[in-house]
């Protein structure tokens, strides 16, 4: 899944997107479960493969974006080390493959 559709990766090069897609792991989620919440630990990346998520308010109340696959999120915590900027949920039955901050630190 890591590959040159999603633009976290649009510059990187075949060897990168082969490197980084070994050590994707998948995970589901189901319609309206939370992926991840605002100030959780941030220690991974979330890959769409396919679905939408939500970008919500604390609350759930306000929908500030959505995301398809092709698209990540959770990159901001991971790579600058602070908590979720926001909170992530599943807006239909969801399918994510998600990228360790360790593996990440080690490229």
């Given at each position: 899944m890591?590959?040159s ?6 510059n990187?090069?075949?060897a ?11 995970a589901?989620?189901l ?5 991840v ?14 679905g939408k998520?939500?970008?919500?308010s ?8 959505t995301?398809?696959?092709g ?10 080390k ?13 399918h994510?493959?998600?990228?360790l901050q360790t593996?990440?630190n080690?490229y």
């Open positions: 890591a590959d559709r999603i633009t976290l990766f649009r990187a090069g075949p990168v997107i082969r490197a980084l897609s070994r050590c994707l792991h998948p589901y989620y319609r309206s479960e939370y992926i919440r605002k100030d959780d630990v941030a220690d991974e990346i979330f890959f769409i493969g396919n998520v939500e970008v919500v604390e609350d759930g109340f306000t929908v500030y974006d995301m398809t696959a698209e990540a999120f959770g990159e901001v915590g991971v790579m600058y602070v908590p979720r900027t926001a909170s992530v949920r599943a807006q239909v039955r969801q994510c493959y998600i990228q593996i990440i080690a």
